[in-house]
């Protein structure tokens, strides 16, 4: 279901619902992914991981290992290359302690944190010898929540950490970061407000649970020339990083692109690239292969920060918002760099208000470093605000559509770290989630002895724009190559080559998407931050334009006249005069005698892509006597700008859901008294599986992003910030009570309904 | 991992000779669906995995007028796809319906999920309430011994070196009876018990008292709990809401489970109640047919 807010060009391939181009080869199996990677001479690396959760290490034995049958190589945190020298304020650099969080060196800040890697003939033999390698321990007190990390006497985990408080530097601290964004008076607001609602959320570690495991091949030739595979959202990142570790600079190092098997932000960092390099490097040049498993991936890949949001909000009895204050504490993980600045610009941007403090803390504990996750820090934050509203229309008795209408943000409103946005869909949002078929209709009767209720909760995410580059090639068939450098996720091939089809008013089908390696394209960030569609589409849109200027210069030679008196239409040339017309077609068999090959290229460096604006509608069913619950019915409602691709766009909607929903109720790091994860495998970490979920109904709303010839905003993302309050609100509907913990389980619904 | 042997005798005798050999570097397999994961988490140090699979006994499914003999290594899907056994161990189909999804049980058998001997083992308490006898292999020959005293911890059975389950032996359910199983998981597919009751129950002549009742609870526990206290107050007891509310109850405090990452002592306690009430209506349903 689509609903226009605007009258929009008539589009022939844009909205349309083409094939992916990649289709084919991902239903039967002929894709190759990171691990399906397979080069002569290949042979198999392992990591070893810590079993402590924080411990000195006193030292790494390794002879063992490098004496088992079949090893070829051992290395250790020595052998990466040496981390930069600049310092920040935060002391050492964010990005060159991940130096140590590849490979630790003297000290082991969670448990599966990797110390030591070998590389063996085969698979066995390499996780046979990697565990010969002997690691003496000193074991330290784990830190592992955002309280005990800031309590008097808590140890600190990062000597050398300098924090960034207010501005100050603060030593002997686990708090990386504290900032704040003000404005107006927020006291004078909470004065004049007739009703305050002041609640506090906390939240465990959820992890992004992509089903294929972090993988990396990579060959380090004889000149110095290193060749990398791996599963990734970017290309280009796992090549900087990839040549920061291992000290060569990135133009020495290509990775080739594979398909990646679900990344939602957990792969934007590397994890086995460098390692696998160095082994190569020590294996004379043998490629090596490693691959995670799925207690790896859990324990030591990035997992989205848990911590505590805390939301205070006034409203007067008119129901206007006077003023609001939030406090969010996030898990950085091992080192600092949590998503809390995005959980800070996400909190209160949906809402109007006179006044507003955001204050915001990245804080270290013992546990993986974390990552982005689908609208980083944005869900938390949503939990928290859209909690608060909720009880404001409960305590007041107000509609909770209308309520959130009178404060909706809306272009010009101050966003809480002070830009101000742009147009925006927010309120098309609102009211189509007010005239929805869902909103409209009862809930339903529960099966006997179950309570229903039904929650409405927002989420904002800003959408990325950044480096993009796509390179367009006509052949002599009238068919269209292109090369762009997005990794595809989520069925961006398509909606890249849907926009250079859109300009040359060819098919969908007449685009050939291919993504190479980082030697054959220009530079394009990854594929996160919801910006491909939006800036990689917005490359494809100038490159097409480029080759339809070209071919104007052709047609004008073949038909003698000015490239003035020559217009383009749907893929047509016409002179001016309408008495000569040929198509893309039919002009591409001409090529060699005008000139020769037609190619164009576009490369873009987007502002900001147009922030997302979703309203979720989520109806419940609870087993009063067991706690279990069941999503019985649920609607997602988004500014999409535009969806170039409708079924992708509704399916990037759905899955940001199905996560969402997962997190609301059973998912969670659960850790064991020594602060290890417990549930590290997909069996007790309890993702929702599709028997738990019902369809879920999407409506797309469409507010143009006045930044994009197409209207585009990006997609993938804010669907994941209202789930968890959704799904809260709800339960608070069904049972009168507010669970503020995540996940809201069976064990804590049942609680708080026999209390 | 590394390098093992793959065995597959065709008789119990050879089975138990290669057993014998490696000690407790061998492993019987059935399906797989446990030792596989287990061997790759580093579980066992093995030399050898003994396949039963082609062994006749191990692979009989047969019900007649003494009872139902199930090989050791008979998947779940032949138990719930048979017509016999859906008639009469209806408990029993409860189990083996659950276990894993489709893939899982084409492979997984009742006798591995009884060997494994999980506190959550779904095929165990349904075996348990129907009475079911274990009939083991060994180097000194054959050996019957109860399901109910067949698991001595998690993961620990009395199965010895050298030893193999051949089978299981259900004894043919009275007239006027009915069981039942069910587990609780916060998703509906997928996971392993939080807690879990089996009931078996035999009413009297007039239909309205039970004349005896075999509770066994799963997951609250170190290994599946028999609720003889319970299973004992409900026989000759009136068939009403009172009598079952009280032998819930009882079983409740019958269940001394942990907690841990699947639920907390309080939550599983108060599970073991109300699926042990839901579970004795739902066999007496299934006794009145
Ligand atoms: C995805 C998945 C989902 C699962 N879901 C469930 C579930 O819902 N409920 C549940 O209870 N379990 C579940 N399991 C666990 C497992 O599938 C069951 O326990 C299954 O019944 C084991 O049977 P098997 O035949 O595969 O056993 P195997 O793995 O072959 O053996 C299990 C153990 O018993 C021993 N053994 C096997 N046969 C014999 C024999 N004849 N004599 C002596 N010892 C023997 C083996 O050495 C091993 O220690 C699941 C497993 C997976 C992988």
Redesign the pocket.
């Known amino acids: 279901m689509v609903e226009l807010f605007e009258n929009k060009a008539n589009y022939k391939v844009i909205g349309t619902r083409p094939v992916r181009h990649d289709g084919v080869d991902k239903v039967t199996g002929r894709a190759v992914y990171g691990a399906d990677v397979k080069v002569p001479g290949l042979i198999w690396g392992e990591v070893l991981r810590s079993t402590e959760v924080h411990a000195k290490i006193k030292s790494i034995d390794t002879s063992a290992a490098e004496k088992f049958p079949g090893v070829i190589a051992v290395m250790t945190h020595d052998d990466l290359a040496t981390p930069g020298r600049d310092t920040t304020r935060n002391g050492l650099n964010d990005v060159d302690r991940e130096f140590f969080n590849i490979m630790a060196k003297d000290k082991v800040m969670y448990k599966g944190h990797v110390i030591a890697a070998v590389a063996a003939i085969d698979r066995n033999t390499a996780q046979e010898a990697v565990r010969k390698i002997k690691v003496e321990y000193e074991k330290l007190q784990p830190v592992t929540n955002v309280d005990d990390a800031v309590a008097k006497n808590a140890p600190i985990l990062l000597d050398d950490l300098i924090g960034d408080h207010l501005g100050e530097d603060v030593k002997n601290t686990n708090i990386a970061t504290h900032f704040r964004h003000e404005f107006g008076n927020v006291e004078e607001g909470f004065e004049s407000a007739d009703l305050i609602v002041d609640k506090e959320v906390t939240l465990q570690m959820v992890h992004q649970g992509y089903i294929e495991p972090h993988n990396a091949t990579a060959i380090w030739n004889e000149d110095n020339k290193v060749t990398v595979w791996s599963s990734t959202q970017g290309s280009f990142g796992v090549r900087d990083q990839t040549a920061k570790f291992i000290g060569l600079p990135p133009s020495s190092v290509r990775v080739n692109y594979s398909e990646i098997g679900g990344g939602f932000g957990g792969k934007t960092k590397v994890y086995l690239s460098p390692i696998a390099a160095i082994l190569s490097k020590k294996s004379n040049g043998r490629p090596v292969k490693i691959v995670m498993d799925r207690p790896s991936v859990f324990q030591a890949t990035g997992p989205a920060p848990g911590g505590k949001v805390r939301v205070k909000m006034g409203v007067t009895n008119e129901g206007k918002i006077t003023a609001a204050h939030a406090t969010i504490r996030y898990e950085a993980g091992a080192y600092p760099g949590s998503a809390v600045n995005a959980g800070a610009i996400c909190i209160f941007a949906c809402y109007e208000m006179p006044a507003s403090r955001i204050d915001g803390y990245d804080i270290v504990v013992n546990k993986p470093k974390s990552a982005a996750y689908r609208a980083p820090g944005s869900p938390q934050a949503a939990f928290a605000i859209e909690t608060v509203i909720d009880e404001i229309c409960d305590q007041k008795g107000w509609d909770k559509i209308q309520f959130r209408l009178d404060n909706a943000a809306k272009k010009g409103t101050r966003r809480g770290d002070g830009v101000l946005l742009e147009k925006i869909g927010f309120e098309e949002s609102l009211q189509a989630a007010q005239k929805s078929e869902h909103w409209n209709s009862d809930i339903g009767k529960s099966k006997e002895g179950k309570l229903r209720g039904r929650g409405l909760a927002c989420g904002y995410w800003m959408n990325g724009g950044g480096l993009s580059t796509c390179d367009l090639m006509l052949t002599d068939d009238g068919t269209v190559m292109m090369n762009e450098g997005s990794a595809d996720i989520g069925g961006t091939r398509a909606s890249i080559a849907m926009q250079a089809a859109e300009v040359l008013g060819l098919s969908a089908e007449d685009i050939k998407p291919t993504i190479p390696d980082t030697d054959s394209i220009g530079y394009t960030g990854m594929t996160g931050g919801s910006r491909t569609t939006f800036a990689t589409g917005y490359a494809a849109y100038l490159a097409a334009q480029s080759m339809v200027d070209q071919l104007k210069s052709r047609v004008a030679i073949l038909w003698e006249l000015n490239e003035d008196d020559i217009d383009f239409n749907e893929g047509f040339f016409t002179s001016n005069d309408q008495e000569l017309k040929i198509s893309i077609k039919e002009l591409s068999g001409k090529l060699e005698s005008t000139g020769g090959p037609v190619s164009s290229t576009a490369s873009v460096n987007m502002a900001a892509g147009g922030n997302g604006y979703a309203v979720h509608i989520c109806d419940l069913e609870i087993d009063p006597e067991t706690g279990k619950t069941d999503v019985v019915r649920y609607t997602a409602i988004q500014d999409v700008g535009k969806a170039i691709h409708p079924s992708y766009a509704e399916g990037q909607i759905q899955g940001g859901v199905v996560q969402g929903i997962g997190w609301a109720l059973n998912e969670e790091y659960y850790l064991h008294p020594d602060g290890s994860m417990a549930n590290h495998s997909f069996?007790d970490y309890r993702m929702p599986t599709c028997l738990d979920m019902p369809m879920i109904e999407t409506i797309m709303v469409e507010v143009p992003n006045p930044n994009h010839p197409y209207g585009v905003r990006g997609v993938g993302e804010v669907t994941l910030a209202p789930p968890i309050a959704a799904a809260s609100n709800a339960v608070k509907d069904a049972t009168n009570k507010r669970i503020l913990e995540q996940p809201i389980k069976p064990s804590r619904i049942l609680k708080a309904i026999r209390d | 991992m590394h390098p093992f042997n793959y065995v597959a005798p065709k008789t119990v005798e050879e089975a138990v000779n290669v057993l014998e050999k490696h000690g407790d570097k061998a492993?019987?397999?059935?399906?797989?669906?446990?030792?596989?994961?287990?061997a790759r988490g580093n579980k066992w140090d093995l030399e050898a995995?003994v396949d039963?699979k082609k062994i006749p006994e191990?692979m009989k499914l047969e019900a007649s007028d003494d009872g139902l003999i199930i090989g050791?290594?008979v998947?779940?899907y032949q138990i719930y796809e048979n017509e016999e056994v859906k008639k009469h161990y209806a408990g029993i189909v409860d189990g083996a319906f659950?276990?894993?999804?489709i893939q899982?049980q084409s492979?997984?058998?009742?006798?591995?999920?009884l060997?494994?001997a999980?506190p959550?083992?779904?095929?165990i308490c349904p075996l348990i309430v129907y009475g079911a006898t274990a009939n083991i292999a060994g180097p000194n020959g054959e050996r019957k011994i109860a399901v109910e005293d067949f698991c001595i911890g998690p993961g620990k059975?009395v199965?010895k070196n050298g030893?193999?389950?051949?089978s299981i032996s259900v004894p043919k359910p009275a007239k006027r009876s009915g069981a039942a199983y069910e587990r609780f998981i916060p998703r509906n597919e997928?996971?392993?018990?939080v807690a879990a009751v089996a009931v078996s129950v035999v009413i009297d002549n007039t239909g309205e008292n039970f004349e005896s009742v075999n509770i066994a609870l799963a997951s609250v526990g170190p290994t599946p709990i028999v609720a003889r206290k319970a299973s004992d107050y409900l026989a000759g007891k009136p068939i009403n809401d009172a009598s079952i509310s009280e032998a819930a109850s009882i079983a409740k405090d019958e269940a001394s489970p942990i907690s841990d990452m699947r639920g907390t002592i309080e939550h599983r306690k108060h599970l073991i109640e109300v699926i042990t009430n839901r579970m004795i209506k739902e066999s007496v349903k299934r006794a009145r047919g």
């Open positions: 069996l | 492993r019987p397999l059935a399906g797989g669906t446990d030792l596989l994961v287990q995995v039963v191990a050791s290594g998947p779940c659950i276990i894993g999804g899982i492979r997984a058998a009742i006798g591995g999920n060997c494994n999980a959550s083992g779904d095929a059975t199965i030893e193999l389950l051949v997928m996971d392993i018990a």
